[in-house]
């Protein structure tokens, strides 16, 4: 069974780090590209970053780029989102979601169940 | 990079069937073949119901179709159930090499 098992979410302060993690089982994660996508409470979901198999491309969405890196260890089975300067709207479930497609074309397919971050004084 | 639109909410009664659109521009949804729709019931995790427009996961009922007309994708579900209601939110590659997501659309069976 494909699974996906984030780690790592909690309550920060403002302008503070955390370090996501994702674990991957049940499927070639080091032949996947990976994503991660978040969802600020009650409001849509929006895609955060995405990492190709062997990490060689990496894209940002513009609202963090500069602030999180997105990055993976394939000996692991794990994808990482390491992200500093945190501000209040980066408050959200943070979900990694393997891509579907090819040369970063495509679609989510699964997604973890998610883990919160909490970005509050 | 704006949300792509979708309606807020869709309504419908039980063995009918909705359509969710989903509306883009040129730089993404009207430019490729790379829309997705996502279902997500409260509290979990969204789920892939259509990609690359109109293809359907195995799976995935085959009461659920997706098409693409210009800037805009649409999602229709026949013979609507209890059980398909939930949010819904396309997605689409864009020109930069990075994807939007819909603004979600709550489907409600009466």
């Known amino acids: 069974e494909v699974q996906l098992v984030e780690s790592g979410g909690g309550l920060v302060q403002p302008g503070g780090s955390l370090r996501l993690s994702c674990a991957a089982s049940g499927f070639t994660f080091s032949t996947s590209s990976m994503n991660w996508v978040r969802q600020a409470p009650g409001t849509g979901l929006e895609w955060v970053s995405y990492?190709?198999?062997?990490?060689?491309?990496?894209y940002y969405a513009d609202s963090v780029k500069g602030r999180f890196t997105i990055s993976r260890d394939n000996a692991k089975n794990s994808l990482y989102l390491q992200m500093n300067s945190l501000r209040d709207e980066d408050t959200a479930v943070y979900y990694c979601?393997?891509?579907?497609?090819?040369?970063?074309?495509?679609?989510?397919?699964?997604w973890g169940q998610g883990t919160l971050v909490t970005v509050s004084s | 990079q704006s949300a792509l639109t979708q309606p807020a909410s869709v309504s419908g009664s039980p063995g009918q069937s909705i359509t969710i659109s989903c509306t883009g521009t040129?730089?993404?949804?009207?430019?490729?073949?790379?829309v997705s729709w996502y279902q997500q019931h409260p509290g979990k995790a969204p789920q892939l119901m259509i990609s690359d427009v109109s293809n359907r996961p195995s799976g995935v009922s085959n009461r659920f179709s997706g098409s693409k007309s210009g800037n805009t994708a649409s999602l229709t579900i026949s013979g609507l159930q209890a059980e398909d209601e939930a949010d819904y939110y396309c997605?689409?590659?864009?020109?930069?090499?990075?994807?939007?997501f819909g603004t979600g659309t709550k489907v409600t069976v009466l």
């Open positions: 990492i190709s198999s062997g990490s060689s491309t990496i």
């Open positions: 979601a393997r891509f579907g497609g090819y040369s970063g074309r495509g679609w989510f397919d699964p």
């Open positions: 997605s689409s590659y864009t020109s930069s090499s990075t994807y939007v």
């Open positions: 040129r730089s993404d949804v009207g430019g490729y073949n790379y």
